[in-house]
């Protein structure tokens, strides 16, 4: 068994702050030249934190025009562009065995694996080049607004960071 995700070091590579879905879309193309065919990013951050907002908005700045969803339930998607990009929820998987039939070696090989919920399973699949974490800042998610039949915006402040892997 590899080692945990835990005993790596990792070095911060960009840090900013998303007030929108626009913003995040922003940072999305910032760090696009950084992400290689043949390398892997983790996305870390809670349910609706803004994952599959960022994969959506890479893949727009990739030139795909047609329309990106969740792999939440279908766990993964494989993108032809290029680079191509393998497209990977773990939010259901129930164990290791699962990530196995997922085949993600060979179904990624030569392409961008991007993982949401990355850190689940991490020492089964990874460890990840890089990782991306998403944090919804204090009281961002629990604002009155934010509740059924509130007036949400849907709009809300968002720290994201992003690390690469040193070494191992
Ligand atoms: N600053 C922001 N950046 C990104 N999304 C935001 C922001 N503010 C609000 N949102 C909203 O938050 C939601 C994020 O949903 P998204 O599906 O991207 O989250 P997720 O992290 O992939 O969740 P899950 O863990 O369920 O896969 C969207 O409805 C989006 O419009
Ligand atoms: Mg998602």
Do not use: C
């Amino acid at each position: 068994m590899k080692e945990t995700d835990r005993s790596y070091r990792w070095q911060p590579e960009l840090r900013r702050r998303s007030g929108s879905p626009e913003e995040t879309a922003d940072v999305a193309r910032e760090l696009l030249p950084l992400l290689n065919a043949g390398e892997s990013l983790a996305l870390i951050g809670p349910l609706g934190a803004g994952k599959t907002t960022f994969v959506r908005a890479l893949m727009h700045a990739l030139g795909y025009i047609r329309p990106v969803r969740s792999p939440s339930f279908t766990l993964v998607h494989r993108y032809p562009t290029d680079p191509p990009v393998v497209h990977v929820d773990l939010y259901r998987l129930k164990d290791a065995a699962e990530l196995t039939a997922l085949n993600l070696e060979e179904e990624a090989e030569g392409a961008l694996l991007i993982v949401e919920w990355g850190e689940r399973f991490s020492d089964a699949w990874g460890p990840p080049d890089r990782r991306l974490t998403i944090t919804p800042l204090p009281g961002q998610d629990d604002h009155p607004a934010a509740q059924p039949g509130g007036n949400d915006t849907g709009e809300f402040e968002r720290l994201i960071v992003l690390e690469r892997r040193l070494g191992g």
